[in-house]
Nanobody, 125 residues
Framework: VQLVESGGGLVQAGASLRLSCAAS????????IAWFRQAPGKEREAVSC????????HHADSVKGRFVMSRDWANGTVNLQMNSLKLEDTALYFC???????????????????WGQGTLVTVSS
């Protein structure tokens, strides 16, 4: 499974960005998907995840109320809408996929089998 992230960029604080993670396999409901991020000098942390059916999402407290994760079954993508971006959202964002049916998605990196190369999000003041 090859995951391809897109949508990163340089924005000012308060702006919005939409990240996408594409894989042809995502048109089928076999995968649980998550977004992780890693800022310079910091450990990788979970941001958001969505369960296999796409009906349930989970967000880190730091992004709750600002980020929305969704699945586009027709196009085989998983999207992360990031609103009201803050300086501390600056990081390399990774998409990860687990080929296991889960009613509740996981924030544990080791649960995920496939990872993308990452897309850089930079938020400036």
């Amino acid at each position: 499974v090859q995951l391809v992230e897109s949508g990163g960029g340089l924005v000012q604080a308060g702006a919005s960005l939409r990240l996408s993670c594409a894989a042809s396999e995502f048109t089928a409901d076999y995968y649980t998907i998550a977004w992780f991020r890693q800022a310079p000098g910091k450990e990788r942390e979970a941001v958001s995840c969505i369960n296999t059916s796409g009906g349930r999402t989970h967000h880190a407290d730091s992004v709750k109320g600002r980020f929305v994760m969704s699945r586009d079954w027709a196009n085989g993508t998983v999207n992360l809408q990031m609103n009201s971006l803050k300086l501390e959202d600056t990081a390399l964002y990774f998409c990860a996929a687990q080929r296991t049916y889960r009613e509740y998605c996981s924030f544990v990196p080791h649960d995920y089998d496939y990872w993308g190369q990452g897309t850089l999000v930079t938020v400036s003041s």
